[in-house]
């Protein structure tokens, strides 16, 4: 399971056991490689910075730095969201003792200086290969398919081709969003796959594949007009929002990712909503406001598994469909240009295997 530890307000996250359980023939060491992040992400002149005043023991200099980082949090467009954010991973995390049960240890100077330079290159190094090759040719034989995926690699735009007039009970989608970070890599040629406008994504018919008791889990970022798009598409589709849950990205050292900012945040968001006429569901099922909490991949956009939480908060629900998918899960039939990139043998497996 990927679900390591669970409470009403909390839930910790493990993706690198789940893709371990679910990929048995997967490399733990290689696995790790994957996760291995030290410390939270910076700039690296910041990063060097840091670690050089850590050395000196400038203790009056980090007091400086967190005072004026506290002084511009105050303006944070999502305040009340990152305000219940702290409060939850302070009373669980920090005082709770979480962070020591879970994530041990502190980053040494060196690591703090080395800014995650090491997974950095690693991740470049290694989805180059798998884009060169995905590009290429899809050999199955190149791919490690868990137990009873399916997936068909196509443009979202024909998903009702493929779907006939399946009907699922769960429809997970990551929408391709719009933002700069992509643009960049797509312009630089080092990847980023195909992005969509949100009315483009508003006219995929997904109440007509929804079951009567069925739901629709949507990752979303912190731009507020994406957000906004979200609201738009359950009114369009016809569904309510149950709830609204938190996944909150930390090192492996229980430490947040990057600080709350205007520009970049240690979250996203997951909306869960339902036909709005459908009452075995209702915001009572599932905590509102739920953190999640996980060490992310090093992999852009490769987001922790939800089966573990979809069967714990809506059981019985086994037809499920991912759109937009990037990895195949165990039961799962995966949809998109991408579908079973996240699944090639070299991200997994050691030369030896």
């Given amino acids: 399971m990927a679900i390591v530890y669970s409470s009403g307000e909390i839930m910790i996250l493990s993706h690198?056991?789940?893709?371990?359980?679910?990929?048995?023939?997967?490399?733990?060491?290689?696995?790790?490689?994957?996760?291995?992040?030290?410390?939270?992400?910076?700039?690296?002149?910041?990063?060097?910075?840091?670690?050089?005043?850590?050395?000196?023991?400038?203790?009056?200099?980090?007091?400086?730095?967190?005072?004026?980082?506290?002084?511009?949090?105050?303006?944070h467009p999502l305040e009340e969201e990152t305000k219940h954010l702290h409060k939850i991973y302070s009373k669980h995390f920090v005082q709770g003792g979480l962070k020591h049960e879970y994530f041990p240890g502190l980053p040494s100077h060196q690591q703090i200086r080395l800014n995650n330079l090491p997974l950095r290159e690693y991740v470049k190094k290694t989805i180059s290969y798998v884009?060169?090759?995905?590009?290429?040719?899809?050999?199955?034989?190149?791919?490690?398919?868990?137990?009873?995926?399916?997936?068909?690699?196509?443009?979202?735009?024909?998903?009702?081709?493929?779907?006939?007039?399946?009907?699922?009970?769960?429809i997970l989608m990551d929408p391709p969003w719009e933002n700069k970070h992509v643009k960049r890599a797509k312009l630089a040629g080092s990847g980023g796959y195909q992005m969509l406008d949100n009315m483009d994504i508003?006219?995929?018919?997904?109440d007509k594949f929804l079951s009567e008791k069925g739901i629709v889990v949507i990752w979303c970022s912190n731009n507020i007009r994406h957000r906004e798009a979200v609201s738009t598409w359950l009114r369009t589709w016809s569904l309510k929002q149950i709830a609204k849950l938190y996944w909150l990205k930390v090192t492996k050292h229980g430490e947040l990712v990057c600080d709350f900012s205007s520009h970049k945040n240690p979250h996203e968001i997951i909306i869960i909503a339902t036909n709005k006429y459908n009452l075995t569901w209702t915001t009572s099922d599932v905590p509102n406001n739920l953190v999640v909490m996980s060490q992310p991949s090093g992999i852009h956009s490769h987001k922790p598994p939800l089966s573990?939480?979809?069967?714990?908060?809506?059981?019985?629900?086994?037809?499920?469909?991912?759109?937009?998918?990037?990895?195949?899960q165990p039961n799962w039939f995966s949809?998109?240009?991408?579908?079973?990139?996240?699944?090639?043998?070299?991200?997994y497996q050691s030369c030896d295997n």
Avoid at 57 to 69: E, G, H, L
Avoid at 202 to 206: C, D, F, L
């Fill in 16 to 75: 690198e056991k789940y893709l371990l359980d679910t990929l048995p023939s997967a490399c733990k060491a290689k696995v790790g490689q994957l996760f291995n992040v030290e410390t939270p992400f910076r700039m690296d002149a910041e990063a060097q910075a840091l670690a050089t005043r850590l050395e000196n023991d400038d203790d009056d200099s980090c007091k400086r730095r967190n005072k004026k980082r506290k002084k511009c949090d105050t303006a």
């Fill in 131 to 170: 884009d060169d090759n995905f590009k290429n040719r899809i050999n199955e034989d190149d791919y490690l398919i868990p137990q009873g995926a399916k997936f068909k690699i196509c443009d979202i735009s024909q998903f009702y081709t493929f779907c006939d007039e399946r009907k699922f009970d769960v």
């Fill in 202 to 206: 508003q006219k995929i018919p997904v």
């Fill in 308 to 328: 573990d939480l979809i069967d714990k908060y809506f059981p019985g629900l086994e037809r499920r469909v991912e759109l937009f998918a990037r990895y195949l």
């Fill in 335 to 347: 949809l998109g240009n991408e579908a079973c990139k996240l699944n090639h043998k070299s991200l």
